[in-house]
Every structure is written in structure tokens, then in C-alpha cells.
């Protein structure tokens, strides 16, 4: 049964890139596309984007310029970077597997992590 | 971006009853490309169906989802209290983007 936790700091100060790792366990990185959302109270649920096993990635074009979401297939994990944060980007941050058949739905997912930007 | 506006907003019925979600795209999706997803407090998500008529693991034929166009449905028979959550769709067309939800209530 493949789980996944969403590991990180809770508080980030305005400015500054928060960071956040989401760890796979019980089964393989395979061929699945790895993602994150989050969710706040004001915006609801966004997709912030995905990575596929070869690196490659794909990103919410209103957070592009600001996210940068990476893979180690040898520790079965992928990180999410997202630069310059400001209070709008505080959030319950989810990290969750793509649907087996390729398609943009989302089968498993994590727990969730708050973060809170704030000073 | 395909916006995509949910009503009502809360749902409030009787267990064994027929709950009716709708979900509006602010531009033509095919149903494909639409999941739905449920979501209990303090809970991820959940996904429910997607691409027409593909389940999740262990989600039950209570849930169905129908439309076409810009309008649709998320039709839940014979209701029971653990059905009691929000209810998100999603359209992976055009980028992704994920509707603000219905609370459905059953007691």
C-alpha cells in the first residue's frame, strides 16, 4: 500500500523559499507522475505542479516563476520549492500520485503539511 | 484557466435520499478530463471518480457522475451519514483547476 508524508517547516518567514518533501513509501517512484496541491481557506484547492521520474516537470502557470519541484528516485522522494512566499501562500500543502493511466487525477495522497508564512 | 463553479453550496438531506452536485466550467470540457473528489475534516482529499465512469478503490456505484459541455453532475444514491463531506470536481483538460466545493450534510 503505497503512503506518502509530507515532511517540512511549518513557519516560513515572507521572502524566503519554503521548502517541502514528500517521501513514498510502499511501492515504487514507477511510472507515475508525482504532484503537489495545496489548499487555503481564500484560493481552495490549487495544483502547483508535477514531476515524472525522468526529471521532467510541469508547473501551475500562476506559480511558475516561483516553483521549482525536484525527484530522488533513489530515496523515493520529491521536493517542492516554491521562492519568495508571501502570506498568500500559506496553505495546507499536499503532495499526491498521479492516477496509474497517466491521466491528471490524484489517487493517493499525503496527509498534508501546514505552512504559515509570517514574520 | 477553465474555472469551475460548484453549487449549491451545502446540501442538506436525509439518509437514503439523492444527492445532486453540479459542477459549471466557464468553458467546454470533455467529461474525460473531469474527477471528482470527496473530502472529509482534517482529511486529504479522496478521489472519487474520474474520466467519466472510472472509480476509485472501493468507491461504490452510488456515485455517478453524468454531463456534458459545461454542465455536470455528480449524482449520489441513497445517501448515508458517511457521505456526510465536501465534494471537489476537478478538470485536468487545460492545466488543472479544482472547484471550491459542496458540502453535502446527511442527518
Known sequence: QVQLQESGPGLVKPSETLSLTCGISGGLIGTFYWNWIRQSPEKGLEWVGYIYKDGSAKYNPSLKSRVTISIDTSKSKFTLSLSSVTAADTAVYYCARGVPTGEDAFDIWGQGAKVTVSS | ?107
Open chain 2, 1 to 107: 484557466e477553465i474555472v469551475l463553479a460548484q453549487s449549491p453550496g451545502t446540501l442538506s438531506l436525509s439518509p437514503g435520499e439523492r444527492a445532486t452536485l453540479s459542477c459549471r466550467a466557464s468553458q467546454s470540457v470533455t467529461i474525460s478530463y473531469l474527477a471528482w473528489y470527496q473530502q472529509k475534516p482534517g482529511q486529504a482529499p479522496r478521489l472519487l471518480i474520474f474520466g467519466a465512469s472510472r472509480r476509485a478503490t472501493g468507491i461504490p456505484d452510488r456515485f455517478r457522475v453524468s454531463g456534458s459541455g459545461t454542465d455536470f453532475t455528480l449524482t449520489i444514491a441513497r445517501l448515508e451519514p458517511e457521505d456526510s463531506a465536501v465534494y471537489f470536481c476537478q478538470q485536468f483538460a487545460d492545466s488543472v483547476t479544482f472547484g471550491q466545493g459542496t458540502k453535502v450534510e446527511v442527518k
